[in-house]
Nanobody
Framework: QVQLVESGGGLVQFGGSLRLSCAASGSVFSIVNMGWYRQAPGRQRELVAIITTGGSTNYADSVKGRFTISRNSARNTVYLQMDSLKPDDTAVYYC?????????WGQGTQVTVSS
């Protein structure tokens, strides 16, 4: 099993920055990719960014140029640097890990951007 622990959410003003972290522990071998999703009230959960073990990245169009996903393989940790935040970025952000055929989700961390 893999456990994911997220941190770094909070309240920030329009145009500000936050950095989310997601630390994986347990059976971290065979992890294919890790990423971030978000869910705003009344909306479906959506992809924000993912990064593969090979380092390839993919971003939602709405965050390209503002968010950066990165990883520290030695610490089994993935980061999401969020800059130029907008109120539309307000959501619960979830870390997700794909390990083999298993998908594991973190507990979520709230990000609130005030206007």
């Amino acid at each position: 099993q893999v456990q994911l622990v997220e941190s770094g959410g909070g309240l920030v003003q329009f145009g500000g920055s936050l950095r989310l972290s997601c630390a994986a522990s347990g059976s971290v071998f065979s992890i294919v990719n890790m990423g971030w999703y978000r869910q705003a009230p009344g909306r479906q959960r959506e992809l924000v960014a993912i990064i593969t073990t090979g380092g390839s990245t993919n971003y939602a169009d709405s965050v390209k140029g503002r968010f950066t996903i990165s990883r520290n393989s030695a610490r089994n940790t993935v980061y999401l640097q969020m800059d130029s935040l907008k109120p539309d970025d307000t959501a619960v952000y979830y870390c997700r890990c794909v390990r083999g055929i298993d998908i594991i989700w973190g507990q979520g961390t709230q990000v609130t951007v005030s206007s």
